[in-house]
């Protein structure tokens, strides 16, 4: 085997590695639990992370969503008889789970994130 | 080959007989499914990008003289194991479907170097080694997925874990990876959706077909294919290049299978990639291949016939006859069906052109007495 | 010594490995509280329930026509036979025995038609049987829906039409062989007096299928017979010696649909049941492994490797659920099965044919 | 004896197969460019000697060979037949080796291609590489045009004329960048007359562009027409080496076949004049040995001799009369018409047949001697059966098979521990026995034996032929032999046909001389008393 052979095959192997590695860390999803949880005027919402289709949560109610790996994401709230809100929140690197309110957000305010702590990653 | 070649239509017909049938099939089966033309051809282009991949698993062995290769079940059984993991350890979109691929590559490269060491001690029936193998590895799996996912390795999310706490359960829904290939660069044309990515590692894939048959590897493969004797005397690894041609066919079926569930969004753990071997198969018989010879032209041909028929004749049965399970049974029945007819006209057909080619033989006499002479024999 | 290892080099490691896992599992049996009475009966039961259909494999192995996975053909004769015979309403011997006519009928005319194609594809017989029987199997599937049944025990309750997936055999010749004459051995009558426990002998079903098994020996024993076997060892040889290898190989085909179609009839009375759509479509795997386990090759199969194989599988498929399963606290036995059924026919596919050339 | 201007010298090659001696110390040299006719009946030795050439493993599987090999002066020992075409040696064998779907440029560089590198050959290895078929193209045609032929490099092999593949694999061979010595075996035996012409001329082209030829060839006039020199092999020696000038096709044809014989016409038993067998223009479609024309008269107890060169069709004419191909034409036995293609009713016709292949159609390996010899009598004579219920089933009477297989082992000599052996246990010479005893078991009037010593030891050959002639004396059987062995044929037989490619070229009494054979075999001349005998 000449040499530049295995340096080609060495560079194929770690290609190959390098693409598991950053489809492993790029792609994990991590949970965020959006609650609805009722105050005074709270209503049912309507949610989207990303890209994904809006998920209902009813007045007082609590779901789990997944986000494509930590950093940036998008956030947009839809209610009824209120604008849009669309938003971006960090998603901390210490984190394992967040946890955002719905009735915390509020237009032209900074999100709020609250990390969960790691018990309770298994809701 | 030959350009000045007449073109026969009855020849054509009786070469293409199968494509032929199903094609009737399904020309009388569309009016009575009541289906609309849109309905339909948004299906099947939906269905086309879907399952095109998994066919194309099969060419290369067809080249390599070993029929269809009925063992691909393995390749699909790998990207499921790929998938199981990707969901397990919760890796979204496309990036978990990569993931998938790196780790069902190379388990589909130790299975097929496997399946092509077991049928190249089969020669002669490989393609019922090949399917007894794909139940054999059924066992595997399932030994895998129910007893060691869980024992000894560890299973991480609660989705993909059995009720009963141990094994992977029945039905895994993928919906972190759903759509992670077709849902990039998709393209919305009236009714349609055109998920363009899948059709450029389609468009891709075939292309490297065609390149892969212009290397020396692709071209003892078509040799070996026509004659192993030959091949074998003039110093073509036969062996080591038909166990090549599986373990090709393999990592295709294990990409292609995971194409067809990422777009599919939940897969039957235990039973999905015996479907993926029927349907694959079915596919490319129905597209015109045979035996000892498949093209690309095949296996687009072949997913668009099976296709408008896995569309229309459940409704179509279900019209004609008042009931649903008809339709049904219809489908299974002629999926079957037309791959025995298409391994029976091949087997059938070879047997007569090796009459005729002796029929030129005979000794003196007209050819008409000698034809005779031999039918008189065959009575 | 050699002769030893001539011995295990002709039977084969596999079944040997076979027939000592099922010893170890009788032998562990006890200690984990399985009761060894009752699985002999069930061993018995099933043996006899399933051996006629690994039975109707031999006449095609001999005449060379590879391992039939088109038994589902006779399969489907016998449900035609078991299904009209109940249509007609005749139920205890006298519907048994029209079954089994219905069967013979039918199993010819399905013989026949699959043996002239089996001739016509010579050299690719088994994948294209296998085909051959999946395809038939789902076109009767459609047929039992169709097929004008009218008898409220055969056809689906709120439709009255097309056939149950299930039918109950209770009020026409359930167990009608299992029960002739059966012998208890070491019961207990029990408080409310009936007989519990102890070792059943269904006598009746041995009797049939030693009758089944005598009919085979004598028709490999006859002329045809021969010549049959002579087509499956040299086919040139027979031809040279005035036989017609097409006729041999067709007989051997119709002989083989026709027993397989008696051997569902006796499985059913056996289980209870008739199971028509897609239940036939992979029954022919487990008779092809277990005629392989009793130490047939794919051109080879005697009386002896038939019964020696179904026992051998039956009994392991009989004691690896219970004892396993007590064992382990775990249900591995239908992945034992799946690994072992199929690893077996691999096994035999791929060991050069004893035919020497 | 390797001077300066030899390519390949032989020296004193002598092999044998376990003490049955094939090879003794042949001796000869290939100069440069030189054209060597290698001649010999079948079984001669020209096989085995380019075996050892090639270094072909089953020699050294069966114990080497003695004598040396020189290349270029240097002793060379192949282990593989790879080994001698590296070394610059090309064989065309008689039986294509081509593919039939590539094309001629595809079949004359396989395995040889020209090839473009790429990246992926870095990674996935030399294989990944592109053919560059312009450059294969260029390659074909060059070495078709030192061929001097004409033939389009794009032409499929299966539409090819049969000419045209026999150049294909010549091209191949040369194709080679070192190609110094060509052996073509056989080359000519399945083209036409001016395919043949053609080559012939090639081979003078070859040879004039320094390419040595071994050519062997039973056309005796085309190895005079081509070759520098001449070497005869006979029973394993090398009877004659000579420059082909000045030798006729007389000379090779006597030095060919040239032995005494042994046994004479005297020990023969009388036979009547009246016609028994009529053969009238037979083909038989029987593959590599095709009948074309055939019509012969074999006499009530005669023993009539068919031979001729492997391949010519002689074998086809037993297997055609008996059923086993597609044939066509008249017989007739004892005035009444033989049904042809009906194996079934021509053994109830009389006639029994001893297939050459013995292995393949004479024994069934797998089961017991009672079954081989009774076998043929229960199905086609229904003997040997217990009828039950009246005759509705018919048993198979294993105490009568087992007499009959006894019967015949003591009166055969058959060396077996009994009659359940399985056949595949026993010698060759006694499988022979044991099909000739299939055969007896018929009680035929006429017999054919086809090869019936192919394989067999000297000992088991004259207890073969001894009862073939004891069956003729004492029950009056009328046997048609077949046979490579002209020897033997001239041994034991009244009249001897020899046949030349699907025809009967002559028939020749046995005391006939030598030469007469040898001609007729090599088609240089068509018998006088040819079909009308």
């Not at chain 1, 998920?55 to 604008?83: C, D, N, S, W, Y």
């Not at chain 4, 080994?83 to 081509?98: K, N, P």
């Not at chain 4, 399945?190 to 039973?218: C, D, K, N, P, W």
Request: glycine share 10%; charged share 15%; with cysteine.
């Amino acid at each position: 085997m000449s040499k530049k052979t295995l340096m080609a095959r060495g560079l194929f192997v770690a290609a190959y590695l390098l693409l598991a590695i950053w489809a492993y860390t790029t792609g994990k999803g991590y949970v965020v639990f959006i609650n609805n949880y009722a105050t005074g005027e709270s209503v049912e919402v309507f949610v989207t992370l990303d890209k994904a289709s809006p998920v209902r949560i009813r007045r007082g109610g609590f779901v789990p969503l997944m986000v494509k790996g930590k950093g940036t994401h998008q956030i947009m709230v839809r209610r009824e008889g209120a604008a849009d809100f669309e938003g971006a929140f960090v998603y901390p690197r210490s984190a394992e789970a967040l946890s955002i309110a719905v009735a915390m957000i509020m237009p032209g305010q900074e999100l709020v994130v609250v990390p969960v702590s790691a018990a309770l990653e298994e809701r | 080959m030959n350009p000045l070649k007449k073109f026969e239509p009855l020849k054509f017909i009786s070469d293409n007989i199968v494509t032929v049938i199903f094609l009737a099939l399904t020309i009388i089966a569309i009016p009575f499914s009541r289906l609309s033309g849109i309905y339909i051809l948004s299906n099947l282009i939906d269905r086309f990008a879907r399952s095109a991949f998994l066919v194309f698993a099969l060419i290369l062995p067809i080249m390599a003289g070993m029929g269809i290769n009925f063992a691909m079940v393995l390749g699909a059984t790998a990207g499921q194991i790929g998938l199981i993991f990707a969901i397990d350890y919760n890796v979204m979109g496309i990036q978990g479907l990569l993931l998938a691929t790196c780790i069902g590559v190379p388990l589909s490269i130790f299975l097929g170097w496997f399946c092509g060491q077991v049928l190249n001690r089969a020669r002669g029936r490989e393609m019922v080694t090949g399917f007894i193998l794909g139940y054999f590895m059924d066992g595997v799996y399932q030994f895998f997925g129910l007893y060691v996912m869980g024992w000894l390795i560890p299973i991480r999310t609660r989705e993909v874990m059995q009720v009963t706490g141990s094994g992977v359960r029945n039905t895994l829904a993928l919906g972190p990876v759903r759509g992670g290939l077709d849902n990039i660069l998709n393209l919305q044309v009236g009714p349609f959706h055109l998920p363009l990515l899948t059709f450029g590692v389609i468009a891709f894939l075939c292309l490297f077909i065609i390149w892969f048959r212009k290397t020396k590897l692709g071209h003892d493969m078509r040799a070996i294919g026509q004659d192993q004797g030959v091949s074998h005397s003039a110093g073509i690894a036969v062996d080591r290049t038909r166990i090549m041609a599986i373990v090709i066919s393999t990592i295709l079926a294990c990409i292609g299978q995971i194409i067809y569930l990422q777009n599919m969004g939940n897969m039957g753990t235990y039973t999905s990639q015996r479907q993926a071997g029927y349907f694959a198969a079915a596919a490319i018989l129905v597209g015109g291949a045979t035996v000892s010879k498949a093209t690309i032209m095949n296996v687009f041909v072949g997913v668009f016939l099976v296709h408008s028929l896995y569309i229309t004749m459940p409704i179509a049965g279900k019209e004609i006859f008042k009931s649903a399970m008809v339709g049904q049974y219809m489908s299974d029945f002629i999926n079957y069906a037309i791959i025995a007819l298409a391994l029976v006209l091949h087997a059938w057909r070879n047997k007569r052109n090796a009459d005729l080619a002796r029929a030129g033989l005979r000794g003196h006499a007209d050819k008409d007495s000698a034809l005779a002479a031999q039918a008189g024999a065959v009575q | 010594m050699n002769r030893i290892k001539a011995f295990i080099t002709d039977f084969g490691w596999p079944r040997i490995i076979i027939a000592i896992f099922l010893l170890a599992l009788f032998i562990s049996a006890p200690f984990v509280g399985v009761k060894l009475d009752a699985s002999f009966t069930d061993v018995f039961n099933r043996f006899g329930q399933n051996v006629i259909m690994v039975l109707a494999l031999v006449p095609m192995v001999q005449a060379g026509c590879g391992l039939n996975f088109g038994l589902p053909l006779g399969i489907l004769s016998g449900l035609l036979g078991s299904t009209m015979a109940m249509q007609f309403g005749l139920t205890g011997p006298m519907g048994f025995l029209v079954a089994i006519l219905i069967t013979i009928f039918f199993g010819s005319i399905f013989g026949l038609g699959y043996g002239k194609l089996l001739n016509k594809v010579k050299g690719e017989e088994m994948t294209i049987a296998m085909y051959v029987g999946f395809s038939a199997v789902m076109l009767f599937s459609i047929l039992w829906l169709l097929l004008p049944y009218t008898k409220p025990d055969l056809v689906m309750g709120y439709a009255g039409e097309g056939l149950r997936r299930s039918i109950s055999l209770e009020k026409y010749w359930d167990k009608i062989l299992n029960n002739f004459l059966a012998l208890r051995i070491g019961s207990v009558r029990n408080l409310a007096g009936n007989l519990s426990g102890g070792f059943i002998f269904p006598t009746g079903l041995m009797m049939f299928v030693a009758a089944c098994v005598v009919f085979m020996w004598f028709f490999l024993r006859t002329k045809t017979g021969t010549a049959m076997t002579a087509v499956g060892s040299n086919p040139d040889f027979a031809r040279a010696s005035g036989v017609s290898v097409e006729k041999m190989r067709t007989t051997s085909v119709v002989v083989s649909t026709i027993i397989g179609g008696i051997g569902i009839l006796v499985y059913q009375q056996s289980f209870g049941f008739v199971q028509v759509y897609d239940a036939p479509l992979y029954m022919a795997f487990p008779a092809v492994s277990a005629l392989l386990i009793g130490g047939a090759s794919v051109t080879k199969a005697s009386m002896l490797n038939v019964v020696i194989g179904t026992l051998l599988f039956q009994g392991m498929l009989t004691m690896t659920p219970s004892v396993i399963n007590s064992v382990l606290k775990t249900d591995m036995s239908e992945v034992i099965r799946i690994i072992v059924s199929n690893g077996m026919i691999i096994y035999a596919l791929t060991r050069k044919t004893k035919v020497t050339k | 004896m390797a001077n300066e201007s030899s390519l390949l010298s032989l020296e004193g090659i002598s092999k044998d197969f376990y003490g049955n001696v094939v090879l003794e110390d042949v001796t000869f040299t290939v100069g440069r460019g030189e054209i060597i006719g290698l001649v010999g009946e079948n079984g001669a030795g020209k096989t085995t000697l380019m075996r050892i050439l090639f270094g072909m493993p089953v020699i050294a599987e069966t114990g080497g060979f003695k004598g040396r090999i020189m290349l270029d002066g240097k002793q060379v020992a192949f282990t593989s037949p790879f080994d001698a075409l590296d070394a610059g040696i090309g064989m065309v064998h008689q039986e294509f080796s081509l593919i039939p779907g590539f094309t001629a440029t595809e079949n004359i560089t396989l395995n040889r291609e020209s090839m473009k590198r790429n990246v992926a050959c870095d990674i996935f290895g030399e294989r990944m590489s592109v053919l560059d078929r312009a450059r294969m193209r260029t390659r074909a045609a060059k070495a078709i045009s030192r061929l001097g032929v004409k033939l389009d490099p794009d032409i499929l092999v299966s539409e090819m004329p049969v000419g045209h593949k026999q150049f294909t694999e010549i091209a191949r061979e040369i194709d080679r960048s070192n190609v110094k010595l060509l052996v073509l075996d056989e080359p000519t035996a399945v083209l036409t007359e001016t395919e043949a012409e053609v080559l012939i001329q090639s081979m003078r082209m070859l040879a004039a562009q320094g390419i040595s030829i071994i050519f062997i060839s039973h056309r005796l006039h085309e190895i005079i027409n081509v070759a520098d020199k001449i070497v005869v092999l006979r029973d394993g020696k090398a009877v004659k080496s000579v420059p082909v000038k000045g030798v006729s096709v007389h000379d090779i044809a006597t030095w060919m076949v040239g032995r005494e014989v042994k046994g004479s016409s005297s020990m023969l038993s009388a036979c009547s004049e009246k016609v028994f067998l009529k053969v009238d223009n037979l083909w038989v479609d029987m593959p590599g040995e095709t009948v074309r024309n055939v019509s012969f008269d074999v006499c009530e107890g005669e023993i009539f001799g068919i031979g001729g060169l492997a391949g010519q069709g002689k074998l086809g004419i037993p297997n055609g009369l008996m059923g086993l191909f597609p044939a066509g034409g008249n017989a007739s036995l004892d005035d009444s018409p033989v049904p042809l293609n009906d194996p079934h009713k021509v053994l109830n016709n009389h006639m029994a047949f001893v297939s050459e292949d013995r292995r393949g159609v004479g024994l069934l390996l797998d089961e017991t001697l009672e079954w081989n010899v009774a076998f043929t009598a229960m199905q086609a004579k229904g003997e040997h059966l217990i009828p039950v219920l009246g005759g509705l089933f018919k048993l198979r009477n294993e105490r009568t098979m087992k007499l009959l297989a006894e019967e015949y082992i003591k009166t055969l000599e058959i060396k077996c521990t009994g009659p359940k052996q399985r056949a595949k246990e026993l010698s060759g010479g006694n499988q022979q026995k044991i099909c000739l005893a299939k055969a007896f078991a018929l009680k035929p009037k006429l017999l054919f034996v086809s090869e019936p010593t192919r394989g067999i030891d000297v000992g088991a050959k004259a207890i073969v032929l001894e009862t073939l002639r004891r069956y003729n004396k004492e029950y009056g059987m009328t046997i048609v032999m077949v046979s490579s062995e002209l020897e033997e044929l001239r041994s034991i037989c009244h009249r001897i046909a020899i046949v030349d490619e699907g025809r009967i070229a002559g028939i020749l009494p046995p005391t006939a001389e030598i030469a007469e054979f040898g001609l007729l075999m090599s088609g240089e001349k068509t018998g006088k008393n040819g079909d009308a005998a």
